[in-house]
């Protein structure tokens, strides 16, 4: 895209400027098929990926897969936590599939200890019908891309994110109430009777 209103670069110079580290949630490593790439638009999504010419990092789908977290914030979080009623509604209670917030928590707080990378080169490439592949080898954008592992187990990746999710929920919406972040919550989010909002039965 060519300069505008909004910054005299173009567009690839303003992401080369602006953007040190593109994180996508999306894909399977070292080869698979995932909705993030195929489910709306995966020509797009393709031409994205294929055509990025700085840094990357994948995490799969395999990855979160087994991570399930959102009980104990919908359990023990506040009245009205936005994320708390997300899992409520759209999980219709039960405890999700953690893609999307681990490739947040990589996001915010890096590898860490929670993960390591997978590869050592290659990099991503995503066909047209947002089937992608690792490919191996030194040349291409090798060195600038890379998919996430796992460096701990699911049930403490799960744990992790799961206080995260309470801690920030009582300190923003809660006010700062420690005592309820620490189990004493409040029992009127529990279970699904704040789905009634969104027209779901109530258990």
């Known amino acids: 895209s060519p300069a505008d209103s909004y910054s005299p670069l173009p567009?690839?110079?303003?992401?080369?400027?602006?953007?040190?580290?593109?994180?996508?949630?999306?894909?399977?490593?070292?080869?698979?098929?995932?909705?993030?790439?195929?489910?709306?638009?995966?020509?797009?999504?393709?031409?994205?990926?294929?055509?990025?010419?700085?840094?990357?990092?994948?995490?799969?789908?395999?990855?979160?897969?087994?991570?399930?977290?959102?009980?104990?914030?919908?359990?023990?979080?506040?009245?009205?936590?936005?994320?708390?009623?997300?899992y409520r509604w759209y999980g219709y209670g039960t405890a999700r599939p953690s893609w999307d917030p681990l490739a947040v928590w990589y996001a915010v707080y890096g590898l860490g200890e929670v993960f390591v990378m997978g590869n050592k080169g290659g990099w991503n490439f995503v066909e047209e019908d947002g089937r992608n592949r690792w490919v191996e080898g030194e040349e291409g954008r090798s060195g600038r891309?890379?998919?996430?592992r796992l460096a701990v187990g699911n049930e403490t990746a799960a744990e992790l994110v799961d206080d995260a999710f309470l801690k920030g929920a009582w300190e923003v919406v809660g006010g700062g109430q420690g005592g309820k972040e620490a189990g004493k919550g409040d029992t009127e989010t529990t279970g699904i009777s704040a789905c009634r909002a969104c027209g779901h039965e109530e258990l």
């Open 145 to 148: 891309q890379f998919f996430l």
């Open 11 to 86: 567009g690839r110079a303003l992401i080369a400027a602006k953007v040190s580290e593109l994180v996508v949630m999306g894909g399977g490593y070292p080869s698979g098929r995932s909705w993030n790439f195929f489910g709306s638009d995966p020509r797009r999504a393709a031409h994205v990926i294929n055509t990025w010419d700085g840094r990357a990092v994948f995490l799969g789908n395999d990855v979160g897969k087994h991570v399930l977290t959102g009980g104990p914030l919908m359990a023990r979080g506040p009245r009205g936590d936005p994320v708390g009623n997300a």
